[in-house]
């Protein structure tokens, strides 16, 4: 194979390469990665002496999924929900524009998410002042009111920033492998030239070594004028 042929090769390569190579390792990686963070958090809470359930109340979880997902279907319509399936390998995305939009919803979900936690947060601080006198009633509220902002940071860390960096890799990846076929591409036109280069060398080298040959057979021969003539015989013939 030419120089040529594999320039054109690492082209095509190049346009129809699939960034993700093992659809199901990437998947795996998700799944493992959620389970690790998720049984992380909570195994850590219950040895420290938490109840899970206290973890959990609806009032807070409402406001910041509410927010949330409010917010981002307003800023991006349906493309809000396209960046959370790519971790489990549906509608991975090929064009860098795209991947940078998805990264783009990620951030926005951080932010509205961080703003929603710390919003429930204080209604729920507001809603507590009214049962001071309830010492219970009143430890039960703040204790919702903090797990605004658990329920907020566990879900960014969940799935959320994950996904992010998960969309920031894959970038990474393409943009590297891109880089890498350009150096390819940049080294097979050096070497294409050079090819061509020697092909025209030989070129000249053998037409200067014809012209050698006949002059040789001229001086050599004992009746070199009449050689000459002989030469240049053929050559009127096609002149005229």
């Known amino acids: ?17 699939n960034f993700v190579l093992n659809n199901s390792r990437y998947i795996i990686s998700s799944i493992t990665g959620f389970f ?27 406001i910041v999924l509410g927010i949330t997902l409010g917010g981002l ?7 809000a929900f396209r960046p959370w399936l790519v971790s489990l390998g549906l509608d991975i995305p090929q064009e860098e524009l795209i991947i940078k939009k998805y990264i783009q919803i990620c951030n926005s979900a951080i932010i509205y998410g961080i703003c929603s936690g710390i919003l429930a ?3 729920g601080i507001i809603n507590t002042m ?3 006198s309830d010492t219970n009633m009143a430890a039960m509220l703040i204790a919702a009111s903090f797990s605004a902002i658990a329920f907020s940071l566990g879900t960014l860390t969940l799935i959320v920033i994950p996904t992010k960096f998960k969309l920031e890799n894959l970038l ?18 050096i070497l294409y030239k050079k090819e061509k280069e020697f092909h025209e060398e030989n070129k000249k080298n053998s037409f ?22 002989i030469l240049f015989i053929p050559i009127m013939i096609l002149g005229f």
Request: hydrophobic residues 45%; glycine residues 6%.
């Open 208 to 229: 200067l070594g014809i012209i050698k040959i006949v002059k040789l057979w001229i001086y050599n021969s004992p009746t070199p004028a009449l050689k000459l003539v």
């Open 1 to 17: 194979m030419t120089a040529k042929q594999k320039k054109a090769k690492v082209e095509n390569n190049v346009k129809g390469h």
């Open 172 to 189: 990474n990846d393409k943009n590297i492998y891109e880089a890498e076929k350009r150096e390819k591409k940049r080294r097979l036109e």
């Open 36 to 62: 690790i963070i998720l049984l992380a958090t909570i195994f850590g809470y219950l040895i420290n002496g938490g109840r899970f359930f206290d973890l959990i109340h609806i009032g807070p979880i409402f």
């Open 121 to 123: 947060f204080i209604m």
């Open 130 to 132: 009214a049962y001071l």
């Open 73 to 79: 279907v307003f800023s991006y319509r349906s493309s």
